[in-house]
């Protein structure tokens, strides 16, 4: 005889086993009797009509399988703020969440119309215009250096340190710097 399992608190269908028979029982009675581990039914489930979002779930007041909708463990995106949330009780469907999408947002210059993500134009351009406003500060700030090291006497070629400068580390240093001013 096979049993078919299900989850203790949730009731899931986890799969079927070979019934142990109870011989004591099974000569007592003078029939076959098998033992039933708890959380367990002789209820067969139809698992054709299962798949990743429904599963069978064993309603023991009504001593029966039930197909539910289960997206549990399924991200979906808020469509204003980009925050995740994960959807965690049996039932809930992301039709529940009108303020979520299952799309993950590709960046943080999109926003969501239509029921895609698009590119936020005037997020786009802002990021834009900050990279152009660092690039302009690293080049004042590197002429600042050069001037100053000219007049120190410590360097005669400015177009060489020039160049140097600007391939070295301190670039990252002063956008690094940038940023933490702008946050």
């Known amino acids: 005889m ?14 079927q086993v070979d019934a142990q028979k109870d011989i004591l ?16 039914t002789s ?12 599963k069978l779930f064993f309603s023991i007041q009504k001593n029966k399988w039930e197909i539910k909708e289960d997206y549990r463990r399924t991200k979906l995106y808020n469509i ?29 210059n999109y926003i969501f119309q239509n029921g895609e993500w698009v590119i936020d134009e005037i997020k786009e351009q802002e990021a834009k215009d900050k990279i152009y406003l660092q ?20 360097i005669s070629n400015s177009g060489e340190v020039l160049e140097q400068i600007n391939e070295s580390e301190l670039n990252k240093d002063i956008f690094q710097m940038i940023a933490e001013l702008d946050s």
């Open 2 to 15: 096979i049993i078919y399992l299900y989850n203790k608190q949730t009731f899931e269908y986890l799969g």
């Open 25 to 40: 029982e099974s000569k007592k009675e003078n029939k076959e009797i098998y033992m039933f581990p708890p959380n367990s």
């Open 43 to 54: 209820k067969k489930p139809d698992l054709s009509k299962t798949d990743e979002n429904n």
């Open 80 to 108: 204003n703020d980009k925050s995740c949330k994960i959807i965690d009780i049996i039932g809930e469907t992301p039709d529940d969440f009108p303020d979520y999408t299952l799309l993950v947002p590709p960046g943080e």
């Open 135 to 154: 690039q302009i500060v690293t080049k004042k700030l590197n002429e600042i250096i050069i001037d100053g090291l000219i007049k120190d006497n410590i």
